[in-house]
Structures are given as structure tokens and as C-alpha cells.
């Protein structure tokens, strides 16, 4: 399994935006998909972004599509979320995972990150 350690969260005002990363240790990042998950309190957590292990395929839920992008640099074993346009329901601890393929479930991924918390001010 991959170590993988997420940062870049914090509190902003809505509208306003935040970039997630997502630091994979080993040599073999190339070879999972990454996923963020979001998790606020009293609720399940829940799919916000997918990537491929190559970087093509990128899959959102319906909250991010054409404000959220998620991306991978595997040079530097890294993923990323950018957020803009930010709402205060987003307010929640993001997670990224690894894991063989790109998909909605949770299920599918492997290793996880301890999270970083994110809050939207109104």
C-alpha cells in the first residue's frame, strides 16, 4: 500500500477558493488512482473527485463539475483538488485514496490520507 499525508485545507469565505494535496510516498504512485472524499459531521462521507492512474480520466460528483479539478503530478507523487467557488456546505474533512481504479465507491480505494479540514465561511 502507498502512504499517502493530504494538506492544504483551512477556512475561507465563500467564493473563495483552496487547493487540496495529497503526498504519496514509494515509487509506485503511477500505479493507483486517486480519489477525494469529503466527510462532514453527522453525515456519510462521500465521492467528490476521481483520477486515473494516467491522468486522463478525471470523474466528479455533480457539487464539483466546473468547480472542482482534480489532478496528478506523478513526477512528484502528488494529487491535487482545486476548489473555487467555494459554498459553506462544503465544510468538511477531505480525504484522498489510492487504490486500482477510478471510481465512485469508496470501496475501491486502499489507502487513505488522514484528511485536512476544510471550512467555508458565509
Known amino acids: 500500500q502507498v502512504q499517502l499525508v493530504d494538506s492544504g485545507g483551512g477556512l475561507v469565505q465563500a467564493g473563495g477558493s483552496l487547493r487540496l494535496s495529497c503526498a504519496a510516498s514509494?515509487?509506485?504512485?503511477?500505479?493507483?488512482?486517486m480519489g477525494w472524499f469529503r466527510q462532514a459531521p453527522g453525515k456519510e462521507r462521500e465521492f467528490v473527485a476521481a483520477?486515473?492512474?494516467?491522468?486522463?480520466?478525471?470523474y466528479y460528483a455533480d457539487f464539483g463539475e466546473g468547480r472542482f479539478t482534480i489532478s496528478r503530478d506523478n513526477a512528484k507523487n502528488t494529487a491535487y483538488l482545486q476548489m473555487n467557488s467555494l459554498k459553506p456546505e462544503y465544510t468538511a474533512v477531505y480525504y484522498c485514496?489510492?487504490?486500482?481504479?477510478?471510481?465512485?465507491?469508496?470501496?475501491?480505494?486502499?489507502?487513505w490520507g488522514q484528511g485536512t479540514q476544510v471550512t467555508v465561511s458565509s
Open positions: 485514496a489510492a487504490g486500482g481504479r477510478a471510481r465512485v465507491s469508496s470501496e475501491t480505494y486502499d489507502s
Open positions: 483520477i486515473s492512474r494516467s491522468g486522463f480520466g478525471t
Open positions: 514509494g515509487r509506485t504512485f503511477r500505479s493507483y488512482a
